[in-house]
């Protein structure tokens, strides 16, 4: 799995704007816990929320369903935002270290934005990290639905990795009978296979359910930077707008 550059950076948000239409969009951030045997004196390390045993898949995903970036091994006990956090992915993020472009001006815009992770609401929201607005903002609010419809459509692209992972790789439907030291290998390995399965595969656009032995990560754990909002608000602007706005979108949300 190569290492990230501006470059690969610069030809994922094209992907992201052309066919998700979601510019500035540098990948889809998601964990899943992978269903394991409990490790050798490992005491409740593994046992997660969901009150089985796993390890943790921390992974970013291109417009394409592959594997950018990927972190293996956290244990299951622990909340999204310390899997996050105590990442290299995470740790590189927050120092800016991870080789992201310069902003850059959304179409038809005049300000420049950061360019952007997006998850869902177990992920803090940050000044490279998008999540949707909170279910009490926007019964009422058009406009937020509407952001939260395209990230939600951006974003799914991750939980679809994850599926197509798990169809591919029947190791993944079932409890992994091996050790940590063992795993995070073969887990890495099977992420790998996926991206050059994916290279050869002619199906774009595949969505698949993830609804597995991988299963979601969930944290309430809630981070907010009114810089982050600022940002939020900007996107959910531009969605709205004559030149981010997609024919489909009203209807989508009317069907929610």
Same mark, same amino acid.
């Given at each position: 799995?190569?290492?990230?550059?501006?470059?690969?950076?610069?030809?994922?948000?094209?992907?992201?704007?052309?066919?998700?239409?979601?510019?500035?969009?540098?990948?889809?951030?998601?964990?899943?816990?992978?269903?394991?045997?409990?490790?050798?004196?490992?005491?409740?390390?593994?046992?997660?929320?969901?009150?089985?045993?796993?390890?943790?898949?921390?992974?970013?995903?291109?417009?394409?369903?592959?594997?950018?970036?990927?972190?293996?091994?956290?244990?299951?006990?622990?909340?999204?935002?310390?899997?996050?956090?105590?990442?290299?992915?995470?740790?590189?993020?927050?120092?800016?270290?991870?080789?992201?472009?310069?902003? =850059?001006?959304?179409?038809? &815009?005049?300000?420049?934005?950061?360019?952007?992770?997006?998850?869902?609401?177990?992920?803090?929201?940050?000044?490279?990290?998008?999540?949707?607005?909170?279910?009490?903002?926007?019964?009422?609010?058009?406009? =937020?639905?509407?952001?939260?419809?395209?990230?939600?459509?951006?974003?799914?692209?991750?939980? /679809?990795?994850?599926?197509?992972?798990?169809?591919?790789?029947?190791?993944?439907? =079932?409890?992994?009978? &091996?050790?940590?030291?063992?795993?995070? /290998?073969?887990?890495?390995?099977?992420?790998?296979?996926?991206?050059?399965?994916?290279?050869?595969?002619?199906?774009?656009?595949?969505?698949?359910? /993830?609804?597995?032995?991988?299963?979601?990560?969930?944290?309430?754990?809630?981070?907010?930077?009114?810089?982050? &909002?600022?940002?939020?608000?900007?996107? =959910?602007?531009?969605?709205?707008?004559?030149?981010?706005?997609?024919?489909?979108?009203?209807? &989508?949300?009317?069907?929610?």
């Amino acid at each position: 799995m190569p290492k990230p550059t501006q470059e690969l950076w610069t030809k994922i948000e094209e992907e992201f704007r052309t066919i998700w239409n979601f510019p500035n969009c540098i990948g889809a951030i998601d964990g899943k816990h992978v269903n394991i045997r409990a490790p050798w004196n490992s005491g409740s390390l593994y046992f997660n929320y969901k009150k089985y045993f796993s390890t943790v898949l921390l992974a970013v995903v291109d417009a394409k369903y592959k594997f950018i970036i990927v972190d293996i091994g956290a244990f299951g006990r622990n909340s999204d935002s310390g899997i996050l956090n105590n990442s290299k992915f995470g740790q590189r993020l927050q120092n800016n270290t991870i080789g992201i472009p310069p902003n =850059k001006r959304l179409p038809g &815009m005049i300000e420049e934005m950061p360019l952007v992770f997006v998850g869902d609401e177990a992920f803090p929201l940050s000044e490279h990290i998008m999540r949707p607005y909170p279910g009490n903002q926007v019964s009422d609010n058009h406009d =937020k639905k509407i952001f939260n419809y395209r990230l939600s459509r951006a974003r799914r692209l991750v939980e /679809s990795a994850f599926g197509i992972l798990t169809q591919k790789f029947e190791v993944f439907q =079932k409890k992994i009978k &091996m050790q940590p030291m063992h795993l995070d /290998s073969m887990i890495l390995a099977c992420t790998c296979l996926h991206n050059y399965v994916r290279e050869n595969d002619e199906l774009e656009n595949l969505e698949l359910p /993830s609804d597995s032995i991988l299963q979601d990560i969930r944290s309430v754990d809630y981070h907010t930077m009114t810089n982050a &909002m600022v940002i939020r608000e900007t996107f =959910k602007s531009y969605f709205i707008s004559e030149h981010g706005a997609v024919p489909w979108q009203t209807e &989508m949300i009317r069907r929610c």
